[in-house]
């Protein structure tokens, strides 16, 4: 009883002074208070890493949807110009070879015409008695009609040029005054005009004559200089435009640039081409070229006498050439034509007149457009340019003097806008939606997936936090995680395998801890805490009151007063070690310090002793009137 007594006294001296350091105000208190429960920094890290695994997901998801994406777009794109650039090549192999062959075709008919026409010359001037230059070719009309179908062209203008020296000027007046109303009466028969060959006569200027520059272009008789070259056959017969004459007996040699071609073609002795304009003035203004062929005086090439005597031309309308080039459906290329030699576009003397050696059409289907007497194709297709020799006359530069241009024409092809345009789809657009939206598709699923396994995963969370509470009530948080850190190496260690709170087959388990054997070998946790105070609270007359009862009240009295002693443990850091019986055994300063543990302990134990009165007061009404009688004895240790 002494001791009991003492323990009371001492007790009393502690809950009623006012003037020592138990009584300090209500501030310590919250200093001294716990922190809330706090789950287990391995939890924290798995959070941490499944949170960062996700966000690295999502962006390997849009860096590979982005990569796929833009790589869709750009195979699309590259494809659509891969066909865009076969198309075009296969509409400008398709021009270049039937331009050439073409070329091929005229050039090879025009020679036979040329020969046919030496060889019925030579025969005739033989058997009449005549030569050169006056002969009219017989039938003039139906052999040129019969030439302008072998050309492959359509509409061409076919000449004839005799070679007149100046002292047969009028003597070949006097021939073409009537060999040209018979040529006239042929062509109104073939052509099946209207105009009768007395009325075409009639305007014709009845002689070798030019137009004069100096004169305002008035017709005039040619210079008597040099050679003359008059036209003595015409096939169509056509009028010049803003003239009333038919161009018959004009003299080519003062023609600008038709004179150059009949050099030289006399002195290669090969056709020569330049350009040449028709209509000049009108909307159908349209370049073309005129086709020199000479003829010689006998049809045998190897004769020593064998002598240039007359020409052939062929003027052709490149308008009508480039026609019937593609079939329908093939449109949208622009063509360029160039020639070597700008010395060698001619014009018809007319005023406003003029001629170009470059000129650009439009081709589309069968049908072609002038586009104008320049370069006009769009400059950024200029890599996809396409350019063959379209006239190559086999002309040896040898055979000219020094300085004389080739006369070459080449084609140079292009794509036009529409037609690039026609292979510029939405289908790019298309498929990278598509791609897009198999990547959003599949995001959803991935977001849908994470919802569910997210939903049972905060279940189990929540079900391994009720438990860590359980651990946690056992032991402190520090020693919780140490506890869950030296299991995560052990079950690493075992094989690789993630420690999981709710894996109590294989993770911790609050009975893992009971025996030595269930540690795997691991060294003892023990650490030396050399400022602790320790409390015992034990229940005066538990032993006499708990004997007249049952045992659930025992229990509940236990239940409640404890209950309260564990609040109010948890609010000052005080650290429950066990109960045993009635007796309620703590400590202060372990496992985390605390500054004034003794102090701590003190305001502990008085606020226990305060709880059980309150405790017992309350529980009279069911447990018995003599439940108010128990008291609290409190011991402290330091």
Same mark, same amino acid.
């Given at each position: 009883?002494?001791?009991?007594?003492?323990?009371?006294?001492?007790?009393?001296?502690?809950?009623?002074?006012?003037?020592?350091?138990?009584?300090?105000?209500?501030?310590?208190?919250?200093?001294?208070?716990?922190?809330?429960?706090?789950?287990?920094?391995?939890?924290?890290? =798995?959070?941490?890493?499944? /949170?960062?695994?996700?966000?690295?997901?999502?962006?390997?998801?849009?860096?590979? @949807?982005?990569?796929?994406?833009?790589? %869709?777009? &750009?195979?699309?794109?590259?494809?659509?110009?891969?066909?865009?650039?076969?198309?075009?090549?296969?509409?400008?192999?398709?021009?270049?070879?039937?331009?050439?062959?073409?070329?091929?075709?005229?050039?090879?008919?025009?020679?036979?015409?040329?020969?046919?026409?030496?060889?019925?010359?030579?025969?005739?001037?033989?058997?009449?008695?005549?030569?050169?230059?006056?002969?009219?070719?017989?039938?003039?009309?139906?052999?040129?009609?019969?030439?302008?179908?072998?050309?492959?062209?359509?509409?061409?203008?076919?000449?004839?040029?005799?070679?007149?020296?100046?002292?047969?000027?009028?003597?070949?007046? =006097?021939?073409? @005054?009537?060999?040209?109303?018979?040529?006239?009466? =042929?062509?109104?028969?073939?052509?099946?005009?209207?105009?009768?060959?007395?009325?075409?006569?009639?305007?014709?200027?009845?002689?070798?004559?030019?137009?004069?520059?100096?004169?305002?272009?008035?017709?005039?008789?040619?210079?008597?200089?040099?050679?003359?070259?008059?036209?003595?056959?015409?096939?169509?017969?056509?009028?010049?435009?803003?003239?009333?004459?038919?161009?018959?007996?004009?003299?080519?040699?003062?023609?600008? $640039?038709?004179?150059?071609?009949?050099?030289?073609?006399?002195?290669?002795?090969?056709?020569?081409?330049?350009?040449?304009?028709?209509?000049?003035?009108?909307?159908?203004?349209?370049?073309?070229? &005129?086709?020199?062929?000479?003829?010689?005086?006998?049809?045998?090439?190897?004769?020593?006498?064998?002598?240039?005597?007359?020409?052939?031309?062929? *003027?052709?309308?490149?308008?009508?050439?480039?026609?019937?080039? /593609?079939?329908?459906?093939?449109? +949208?290329?622009?063509?360029? /034509?160039?020639?070597?030699?700008?010395? &060698?576009?001619?014009?018809?003397? %007319?005023?406003?007149?003029?001629?170009?050696?470059?000129?650009?059409?439009?081709?589309?289907?069968?049908?072609?457009?002038?586009?104008?007497?320049?370069? /006009?194709?769009?400059?950024?297709?200029?890599?996809?340019?396409?350019?063959?020799?379209?006239?190559?006359? $086999?002309?040896?530069?040898?055979?000219?003097?020094?300085?004389?241009?080739?006369?070459?024409?080449?084609?140079?092809?292009?794509?036009?806008?529409?037609?690039?345009?026609?292979?510029?789809?939405?289908?790019?657009?298309?498929?990278?939606?598509?791609?897009?939206?198999?990547?959003?598709?599949?995001?959803?699923?991935?977001? &849908?997936?994470?919802?569910?396994? *997210? *939903?049972?995963?905060?279940?189990?969370?929540?079900?391994?936090?009720?438990?860590?509470?359980?651990?946690?009530?056992?032991?402190?948080?520090?020693?919780?995680?140490?506890?869950?850190?030296?299991?995560?190496?052990?079950?690493?260690?075992?094989?690789?395998?993630?420690?999981?709170?709710?894996?109590?087959?294989?993770?911790?388990?609050?009975?893992?801890?009971?025996?030595?054997?269930?540690?795997?070998?691991?060294?003892?946790?023990?650490?030396?805490?050399?400022?602790?105070?320790?409390?015992?609270?034990?229940?005066? +007359?538990?032993?006499?009151?708990?004997?007249?009862?049952?045992?659930?009240?025992?229990?509940?009295?236990?239940? %409640?007063?404890?209950?309260?002693?564990?609040?109010?443990?948890?609010?000052?850091?005080?650290?429950?070690?066990?109960?045993?019986?009635?007796?309620?055994?703590?400590?202060?300063?372990?496992?985390?310090?605390?500054?004034?543990?003794?102090?701590?302990?003190?305001?502990?134990?008085?606020?226990?002793?305060?709880?059980?009165?309150?405790?017992?007061?309350?529980?009279?009404?069911?447990? +018995?009137?003599?439940?108010?009688?128990?008291?609290?004895?409190? $011991?402290?240790?330091?």
């Amino acid at each position: 009883m002494s001791d009991e007594h003492s323990i009371s006294s001492k007790k009393s001296s502690f809950t009623k002074s006012s003037s020592n350091p138990f009584t300090d105000s209500a501030s310590n208190d919250d200093t001294n208070e716990r922190e809330p429960y706090q789950p287990p920094e391995v939890a924290k890290r =798995e959070e941490a890493n499944i /949170l960062r695994a996700k966000i690295l997901v999502a962006l390997i998801i849009i860096l590979v @949807a982005s990569a796929v994406g833009a790589s %869709t777009y &750009l195979l699309v794109k590259d494809q659509e110009k891969t066909n865009f650039e076969n198309q075009f090549a296969g509409f400008a192999s398709e021009i270049l070879t039937l331009s050439r062959q073409k070329a091929d075709q005229l050039f090879s008919a025009l020679d036979t015409f040329s020969v046919s026409i030496s060889s019925q010359a030579d025969a005739e001037n033989a058997l009449r008695n005549t030569s050169w230059p006056f002969y009219a070719v017989p039938d003039w009309s139906l052999k040129a009609k019969g030439l302008a179908q072998l050309t492959g062209v359509s509409d061409p203008d076919v000449f004839f040029y005799s070679i007149v020296q100046q002292e047969e000027r009028d003597k070949f007046n =006097e021939f073409a @005054a009537q060999a040209i109303p018979k040529s006239y009466q =042929e062509s109104v028969e073939i052509e099946e005009t209207e105009t009768t060959a007395t009325e075409l006569w009639q305007k014709t200027i009845p002689f070798i004559h030019f137009f004069d520059p100096e004169n305002n272009f008035q017709p005039g008789p040619s210079p008597a200089k040099g050679e003359l070259i008059p036209v003595l056959h015409i096939y169509p017969l056509r009028f010049p435009l803003n003239h009333p004459l038919i161009p018959t007996l004009i003299d080519i040699a003062y023609v600008a $640039g038709a004179d150059a071609l009949v050099d030289m073609s006399r002195s290669i002795r090969r056709p020569v081409m330049g350009f040449t304009v028709r209509d000049v003035g009108t909307d159908t203004a349209t370049p073309g070229s &005129l086709i020199i062929q000479p003829i010689y005086n006998t049809a045998n090439s190897a004769a020593k006498q064998r002598k240039v005597v007359a020409f052939t031309g062929l *003027r052709l309308h490149w308008l009508d050439y480039f026609t019937n080039v /593609l079939t329908d459906g093939e449109f +949208g290329v622009i063509v360029v /034509l160039k020639g070597a030699c700008p010395n &060698l576009c001619t014009f018809e003397q %007319t005023v406003g007149s003029t001629a170009s050696s470059v000129v650009t059409y439009r081709i589309d289907g069968q049908n072609a457009e002038y586009l104008g007497d320049s370069d /006009l194709h769009d400059p950024k297709y200029d890599d996809m340019e396409i350019t063959d020799v379209f006239v190559n006359l $086999g002309i040896d530069e040898s055979e000219l003097p020094e300085g004389t241009c080739v006369p070459t024409l080449t084609l140079h092809v292009y794509p036009s806008e529409d037609l690039a345009q026609s292979f510029q789809t939405s289908n790019a657009m298309q498929y990278t939606g598509v791609v897009a939206a198999s990547f959003i598709f599949t995001s959803l699923v991935f977001l &849908l997936y994470d919802f569910f396994v *997210r *939903r049972r995963q905060t279940k189990v969370m929540e079900r391994i936090m009720r438990q860590d509470k359980i651990v946690a009530n056992v032991f402190p948080t520090a020693i919780r995680d140490r506890l869950y850190q030296n299991q995560e190496k052990q079950q690493q260690g075992r094989g690789g395998r993630h420690f999981e709170h709710g894996d109590f087959d294989d993770g911790l388990d609050i009975f893992d801890f009971e025996g030595e054997s269930h540690i795997s070998g691991s060294a003892p946790m023990a650490d030396l805490f050399p400022s602790v105070t320790v409390v015992f609270a034990d229940i005066a +007359g538990f032993t006499a009151w708990s004997s007249a009862r049952e045992p659930h009240q025992v229990f509940v009295l236990l239940e %409640t007063i404890y209950g309260a002693f564990d609040k109010i443990a948890y609010r000052h850091n005080v650290f429950k070690v066990e109960t045993v019986g009635d007796c309620y055994v703590s400590a202060v300063g372990l496992p985390e310090p605390v500054d004034k543990h003794a102090v701590v302990a003190c305001k502990f134990a008085r606020a226990c002793k305060t709880k059980m009165k309150e405790v017992t007061l309350k529980l009279e009404v069911s447990l +018995g009137p003599d439940t108010g009688d128990l008291d609290l004895r409190t $011991g402290i240790h330091r």
